[in-house]
């Protein structure tokens, strides 16, 4: 959390985009695949989306779910990741972590940090 702040989330209308933001730091960007996750009540953690990093390119990943309507990037020279989300349903409604993965040769799936959360409340 002391190197990773969401920011962006809020509500929004069926169908509508929102952009969520991740401030992060060179370090953490430096060391660590980034992406992010989302949690709702009563359900385990999904991941959304997370940029796999092999040698000279970032390479996105998304979650069925999301695949198509979700884009992530990143600007590394301001050490910042975003998502933008698109034709938002209720379903997308959850808590979204900006998240550090532990880099290996099998890819990033371990989680190693996470930030504070922003909520996402999508209505109908």
């Known amino acids: 959390q002391v190197q990773l702040v969401e920011s962006g989330g809020g509500s929004v209308q069926s169908g509508g985009p929102l952009r969520l933001t991740c401030a992060s730091t060179e370090a953490t960007f430096r060391a660590y695949c980034m992406g992010w996750f989302r949690q709702v009540p009563g359900k385990k953690r999904e991941e959304v989306a997370r940029?796999?990093?092999?040698?000279?390119?970032?390479?996105?990943i998304y979650s069925d779910s999301v695949k198509g309507r979700f884009t992530i990037s990143q600007d590394n020279t301001k050490n910042t990741l975003y998502l933008q989300m698109t034709n938002l349903t209720p379903e997308d409604t959850a808590m979204y972590y900006c998240?550090?993965?532990?880099?290996?040769?099998?890819?990033?799936?371990?989680?190693?940090?996470w930030g504070q959360g922003t909520l996402v409340v999508v209505s109908s």
């Open positions: 940029l796999e990093y092999f040698g000279r390119t970032y390479d996105p």
């Open positions: 998240g550090a993965y532990l880099p290996s040769e099998a890819g990033c799936d371990a989680l190693h940090e």
